[in-house]
């Protein structure tokens, strides 16, 4: 399996960061299906203070653009994605259009 990494902040407001927890205490169903049927068989999500990090473990099904395409094509996909990034904000480096960074393995045991 294959470890990818990722770094995105919530917007620095404690109301918001615990409504953002609950949404994902109880992720919708269709969420979680899309995640398992795209080769995710693990994700966690951390948080400290405003920035969140997510580690995905993938299987060899897996792919950045297959995962970008089902999830274009997924009306739920789009309707979770909204609604979360009201509570979500652009690191400062990111490009356009970008959400989460995937981070760079820089020490492994």
């Known amino acids: 399996m294959k470890r990818h990494c990722f770094a995105l902040d919530l917007i620095n407001d404690h109301e918001l960061i615990s409504e953002y927890k609950k949404y994902h205490k109880q992720i919708w169903p269709e969420i979680t299906k899309s995640i398992q049927f795209s080769g995710i068989e693990n994700l966690e999500i951390y948080l400290t203070g405003n920035r969140l990090f997510m580690i ?24 979770w994605e909204s609604l979360i990034w009201k509570y979500q904000q652009k690191l400062p480096f990111t490009k356009e259009g970008e959400k989460r960074i995937l981070m760079d393995t820089i020490y492994q045991l």
């Open 56 to 79: 995905m473990e993938v299987n060899e099904t897996f792919s950045f653009e297959k995962k970008t395409a089902m999830d274009l094509a997924n009306l739920k996909v789009q309707e």
